[in-house]
Nanobody, 127 residues
Framework: QELLVESGGGSVQAGGSLRLSCTDS????????MGWFRQAPGKEREGVAG????????YYADSVKGRFAISQGSVKSTVYLQMNDLKPDDTAMYYC????????????????????WGQGTQVTVSS
């Protein structure tokens, strides 16, 4: 059974930082990509960052490039999202996700959907 658990959300002022964590307790060997998506009230879900677990290759939405960084923990089933210079537009529910992939490109959150989801963690950025 797939189980993705996020932590690290919270409230911060604009310009601040947060670090989200996600652990996948499912059969990780079948999962090649882990990523983060977000959804703000009244908006569509948006892919934020993805990582290919085999080589650490990463993908980012244009809106977060240079501010957010996705990384893999020492345990392969754990990923982090370091969020710096946060803006009010970053306010959303953030979801950890995972998927299988036959090649790195499938981890691109801008182009491909993911199959497994956590419950989400709220990030609120005030101006």
């Amino acid at each position: 059974q797939e189980l993705l658990v996020e932590s690290g959300g919270g409230s911060v002022q604009a310009g601040g930082s947060l670090r989200l964590s996600c652990t996948d307790s499912g059969p990780i060997n079948s999962r090649k990509c882990m990523g983060w998506f977000r959804q703000a009230p009244g908006k569509e879900r948006e892919g934020v960052a993805g990582i290919y677990l085999d080589d650490g290759g990463t993908y980012y939405a244009d809106s977060v490039k240079g501010r957010f960084a996705i990384s893999q923990g020492s345990v392969k089933s754990t990923v982090y999202l370091q969020m710096n210079d946060l803006k009010p537009d970053d306010t959303a529910m953030y979801y950890c996700s995972a998927r299988a992939a036959t090649r790195r490109g499938f981890c691109d959150v801008r182009q491909y959907g993911y199959d497994y989801w956590g419950q989400g963690t709220q990030v609120t950025v005030s101006s």
